[in-house]
T-cell receptor, first 114, second 117 residues
């Protein structure tokens, strides 16, 4: 089925460890983004991309890196995990411009840093 | 900088009645898009409805409609004939562009809707 695939769904890390959250979409969407959602709160933008080779920082980029070498993939790397990064992470993609459709979201990754 | 404000942390509605969820936005761009998403307790994010800043008519998608008042910078979501399955958190979001902010969406803090039987 077409959509956004995020892996893993759950992850527990120790403080200081690094890891990569994977995100892939098969809809040929130009835009891709990573958000984090803390309990009871809205989504905050970490990094986003408007096309392969183009990325930019969002509202809360510190401690995270991204790259976009292909249209399909947009991995998020945690450099040195901290308890403050405990959150649910969503990857999302969409067409560029304002076609009448919003983001398609992945199912989320629930990350706990101990 | 773009900003979305949802002033209702929680709302209750009786089954089969209509409910309006408020959203105001702030932007200096003339071209932007407004979106509403639903997040059930299972956690997934579901796109509901879109309104472009140049659209003259309010968007509708089934039981969802967007009451767009451009001069007041408001984009309220109206759900008609509420169902128990509508109980969820609802997020308003905006994306500016084209330009330097293209591709970047800002979300409000959400409104938790509870539908009573």
């Amino acid at each position: 089925n077409a959509g956004v695939t995020q892996t893993p769904k759950f992850q527990v890390l120790k403080t200081g460890q690094s890891m990569t959250l994977q995100c892939a979409q098969d809809m040929n969407h130009e835009y891709m983004s990573w958000y984090r959602q803390d309990p009871g709160m809205g989504l905050r933008l970490i990094h986003y991309s408007v096309g392969a080779g183009i990325t930019d920082q969002g509202e809360v980029p510190n401690g995270y890196n991204v790259s976009r070498s292909t249209t399909e993939d947009f991995p998020l790397r945690l450099l040195s995990a901290a308890p403050s990064q405990t959150s649910v992470y969503f990857c999302a993609s969409s067409y560029s411009g304002f076609r009448p459709g919003g983001y398609t979201f992945g199912s989320g990754t629930r990350l706990t840093v101990v | 900088a773009q900003k979305i404000t949802q002033t209702q942390p929680g709302m209750f509605v009786q089954e089969k009645e209509a409910v309006t969820l408020d959203c105001t936005y702030d932007t200096s761009d003339q071209s932007y898009g407004l979106f509403w998403y639903k997040q059930p307790s299972s956690g997934e994010m579901i796109f509901l409805i879109y309104q472009g800043s140049y659209d003259e008519q309010n968007a509708t998608e089934g039981r969802y409609s967007l009451n767009f008042q451009k001069a007041r910078k408001s984009a309220n979501l109206v759900i008609s004939a509420s169902q128990l399955g509508d109980s969820a958190m609802y997020f308003c979001a905006m994306r500016e562009g084209p330009g330097t902010n293209a591709g970047k969406s800002t979300f409000g803090d959400g409104t938790t809707l509870t539908v009573k039987p």
